[in-house]
């Protein structure tokens, strides 16, 4: 059993900077990927950033590139998402996914809302 835990989400202004981490426990030997998704209200849930366990290079959408930073802590299977200059169309909920044995792990995400 993986289970997949987000924090750091909230309501931020236009601009501001948030920092999610998502930390994996239960049954784990090594992360091949971690990843954060986003899903808006109304949208399709999309890839925002993934890293692999080697940690580079990391994927970044082109949407976020410049302002968002992924990161990850293997020894804590802890990924991070650095959210900076954020925008209102960021407003989501964030997913943390991990891959493994080759099964893919959702966390139950968490809400960032910017406001204008």
């Known amino acids: 059993q993986v289970q997949l835990v987000e924090s750091g989400g909230g309501l931020v202004q236009t601009g501001g900077s948030l920092r999610l981490s998502c930390t994996a426990s239960?049954?784990?030997?090594?992360?091949?990927?971690m990843s954060w998704y986003r899903q808006a209200p109304g949208e399709e849930r999309e890839l925002v950033a993934s890293?692999?366990?080697?940690?580079?290079?990391?994927f970044l959408d082109f949407s976020v590139k410049g302002r968002f930073t992924i990161s990850r802590d293997n020894a804590k299977n802890t990924v991070f998402l650095q959210m900076n200059s954020l925008k209102p169309e960021d407003t989501a909920v964030y997913y943390c996914?991990?891959?493994?044995?080759?099964?893919?792990?959702w966390g139950q995400g968490t809400q960032v809302t910017v406001s204008s």
């Open positions: 890293i692999t366990e080697g940690g580079y290079p990391p």
């Open positions: 996914n991990a891959l493994m044995y080759g099964n893919y792990y």
């Open positions: 239960g049954s784990i030997s090594s992360i091949e990927t």
